[in-house]
Structure formats: structure tokens, C-alpha cells
């Protein structure tokens, strides 16, 4: 099972506020909003803002970082940091984790996916994160993974300053699967999550919505000729039985296709889930 990140450092005190209905012009106090054009501020500002301070990553474009993780190793974590990073200012941080792979690739793919989303992170400010799964067989080893990524996140908080209030998810395929019982088993560190082509009964269970203790926004995009568009439309109701707003705090993008990844989904998902933050409700 995925780690319980409410013992870890890097857990961020929750200071859940109202969310009015309607939408409120206002300078929030949390910079990195100004980015989100549909952001909703509470009492008309976002004003919690919870940096990083890390300082001395490089930037920006590409950055390759080996980072030696006890009892488990040497590992490797692909970032991208737009070109408009200052270390002055915190920035939100989207965490990716890729599908399946052959043996062997799954460090290409992590790159891949980190390329897939470049473009979204430059025209929004978003740094991100790939992770490489850890599999002999190219698949995701969620108790070991979901460590090894607790350790890279912490290492990107030191290096660079990030929003701790805005860190995100993203995952396609058995990516995505994780990334359901990852985000919603730590909805007081993920500010939300998209997942593509991934569902909650291949690895998470249902039974996670209700115990959930917020309601992290949620996006799930899937095919509609994907063999799970059915197990995604089910689940849609279930997030909404469970408490969940449709076209508030979880979408389901349904698009003509199948199990795939399109290109518009980057910038689909962020969207969405942007307007997030760990103040929420």
C-alpha cells in the first residue's frame, strides 16, 4: 500500500477554509494563483501561501538529479523548470508517473512524459517531476515507489522553492492507478490529482473515497473505447455519492479514442485541477 505521508516531513498543516460559490477578482496571496485563471479565493484571497525556500537547483530546462536514498539506493528524478523560475517566489509542483513499459525503459519513458507535459509546465509555471517506476518488469512497486518519491519530493523542496500548499499528481495507465490511492490516501499533502486511463478498482479500492478525509480535486480522463471507459463512468458516480462536485473537484474527460494520451490532455488536466490548493475543503 501506498505510504501514509501524514508521519512524514513533509506533511503541510491543512487550514481548510470556505470556498464561496461564485468566483471573487482578487490578488491572491498565494503568488503562483495568478497563474490559474479560474481560481475561486477564499474571503477574496488565497493568503496561506507555505514555501519551500529551497534554494540553489539549477534552472532552468531539463535537470537530471541522483539522489541516494537509504536502504533503497541511487535513483534518478526528471525535472523541468520553466524558464521563468525565480527562487523568490514559490511555484506549484506536478509529480508524473508514466504507464507500463517494456524492461528497461521505464527511465526513458519517465522522460518521455516529462517532454509530454513540457510544454503545459512552461506556459503555466508548474515544475515537474517524473518519477521512473522501479519494477523489474516495467511496472509501478507502489509501497517502494511511493518512498522513493516522498524522498524525491523532499529533495525538490531543498532545491527549489516550492508552493507546498499546490503539489499535484499525475498518472496514466498503471500510472494512473497508483496515483488514485496515492492522492486520495494523502489528500493533507496532494492538493489534487489527475489520473489517464486509470481506475480506482485496479489498485486503490472504493472504499478510499469514503474514507478520505477531503475532497481532493480530481481528474480523470479516459477513451471512449477504452476497456475501462466503464469501470471510469461507474466510478464517477461513486466519487459523486462520496461527496464529490462535478465540475468543482472531479471531472470526468471523456474523449473519442482509446487507451491513449492525446496531446491536449496536459493542459486539459491542469486546468482543472489548478484551482486547488490545500486549503480547500
Known sequence: ??????????????????????????????ASLNQCPDVIFNDAFENNSSPSLGTGGGFPGDQNIAINIPKIGIRTYYLYVPDGYQASEAWPLLVLWHGQVVPGQADTEAQNIRNFWQQTAEANNIIILAQASSGAGGGWLPGTDSQILAAMIDDVQSLYNIENNRIYGWGFSAGAHVMHAIALNNTDFFAGYAASAGT?????????????????????????????????????????????????????DAFNGGHQLNNDLPEKAWQAICTATLLDE
Do not use: H
Not at 2 to 29: E, H, K, Y
Not at 239 to 250: D, I, K, S, T
Open 1 to 30: 500500500m501506498p505510504t501514509d505521508w501524514s508521519s512524514s516531513n513533509m506533511m503541510m498543516r491543512c487550514l481548510c477554509l470556505l470556498i464561496f460559490s461564485f468566483q471573487v477578482l482578487a490578488l491572491p496571496g498565494i
Open 200 to 252: 480506482l478498482s485496479n489498485f486503490a479500492g472504493t472504499a478510499v473515497l469514503e474514507a478520505a478525509p477531503r475532497k481532493i480535486a480530481a481528474f480523470v480522463s479516459v477513451g471512449t473505447q477504452d476497456p475501462l471507459f466503464s469501470d471510469a463512468q461507474a466510478e464517477s458516480l461513486l466519487f459523486q455519492q462520496a461527496g464529490w462536485v462535478l465540475g468543482r473537484n472531479y471531472w470526468l
